[in-house]
């Protein structure tokens, strides 16, 4: 049913690469969010938007940054990575009078 | 702010055998109360939802009852199957409005045959 797409699936990089994780949906969904999901499954909500434009930050504090130009596109980025910043990142968007989420299948982010 | 308390886990069961996955909450106003399912290797999918008080969601077998005087949701299956295994996450509105949800921790489920 969801049709919102997170690339890559997985991704090993070195320490103080700049990186894109790359989200799209395809519903015509105006509100988008990126969460981090820990170890334990916690999840922190990091970053969302209510449209084209529109950026918030969310509750958890991350040196990731995020760009919405066009309704389907959500990118995060990474400017330098590090190790501390290994985590599973979540993708998720929803209608604007919608309360579902539908989220994508994650991006699973190790840093060496 | 809102927030939410879920069971800890991990929680193991035998096949067939009743679930129960505590959630408590604390909220202002009258928030909408979800609980969603993430099997392994996926994103978190909608398991169900209640918006007012005594409401109740169900969905595969599973329900939860909106309970204002206990602030409580819990999540119940009456027989469950191997194929439950997964991470189940409470959630509900925030103060922001509907569309900034706060999650429990998440409560590990393995079903065993």
């Known amino acids: 049913e969801a049709d919102i797409y997170q690339t890559p699936r997985y991704l090993v990089i070195g320490t103080g690469k700049k990186i894109t994780l790359e989200c799209s949906q395809t519903?015509?969904?105006?509100?988008m969010y990126w969460y981090q999901q820990d170890p334990g499954m916690e999840l922190h909500l990091i970053h969302y938007s209510y449209g084209v434009n529109s950026t918030e930050k969310g509750d958890l504090s991350s040196e990731s940054t995020v760009s919405r130009i066009r309704t389907e596109h959500f990118p995060l980025t990474l400017e330098s990575a590090r190790p501390s910043h290994t985590s599973q990142y979540l993708c998720?968007?929803?209608?604007?009078?919608?309360?579902?989420?539908?989220f994508g299948s994650g991006t699973q982010l190790s840093v060496l | 702010g809102n927030s939410v308390t879920q069971m800890e886990g991990p929680v193991t069961l035998s096949e067939e055998a009743f679930l129960t996955i505590n959630c408590t909450y604390t909220a202002t106003g009258y928030p909408s109360l979800f609980w969603y399912v993430q099997y392994p290797g996926e994103g978190l999918q909608l398991l169900l939802k209640?918006?007012?008080?005594?409401d109740k969601g169900s969905n595969k077998g599973f329900e939860a009852t909106y309970r204002k005087e206990t602030t409580s949701f819990h999540l119940e299956k009456g027989s469950v199957q191997v194929s439950d295994s997964a991470v189940y996450f409470c959630?509900?509105?925030?103060?922001?409005?509907?569309?900034?949800?706060?999650f429990g921790q998440g409560t590990r489920l393995t079903i065993n045959p």
């Open positions: 209640a918006t007012k008080a005594d």
């Open positions: 998720a968007s929803s209608r604007q009078a919608d309360e579902k989420l539908f």
């Open positions: 519903m015509g969904h105006d509100k």
């Open positions: 959630a509900l509105t925030g103060i922001q409005g509907a569309q900034k949800l706060v």
